[in-house]
């Protein structure tokens, strides 16, 4: 599976931007796919996972603001950011794994370039 994120870009606070993720490969629509962030100075970190079935999981900073979403038959993702805030500041990457679901990061082996997000205050 190869992975393309896009969308990113500058926008003031309380802002919104949509990421997407176009997946090239046969088994996109059976694997797990998440969105991480990595600001500057800082460790790469989750912000939300969802299943081929549509089951999600957001990290606590982001629930309500960011919504994850997928279409399988496209193969791409999606991450749509509300109400951003300057502290959402960062590249973000989409991945994807096989199998089971996972919040550890090790353990998704296929990996977006990133697209950098930055919020203006």
């Known amino acids: 599976v190869q992975l393309q994120a896009s969308g990113g870009g500058l926008v003031q606070a309380g802002g919104s931007l949509r990421l997407s993720c176009t997946a090239s490969?046969?088994?996109?629509?059976?694997?797990?796919m998440g969105w991480f962030r990595q600001a500057p100075g800082k460790e790469r970190e989750l912000v939300a996972t969802?299943?081929?079935?549509?089951?999600?999981y957001y990290r606590d900073s982001v629930k309500g603001r960011f919504s994850i979403l997928r279409d399988n038959a496209k193969k791409e993702g999606y991450l749509y950011l509300d109400s951003l805030e300057p502290e959402d500041t960062a590249v973000y990457y989409c991945?994807?794994?096989?199998?089971?679901?996972?919040?550890?990061?090790?353990?998704?082996?296929?990996w977006g370039q990133g697209t950098q997000v930055t919020v203006s205050s």
């Open positions: 991945a994807a794994k096989r199998g089971v679901s996972s919040l550890v990061q090790s353990e998704y082996p296929y």
């Open positions: 969802i299943s081929s079935g549509g089951s999600t």
């Open positions: 490969g046969r088994t996109f629509s059976y694997g797990f």
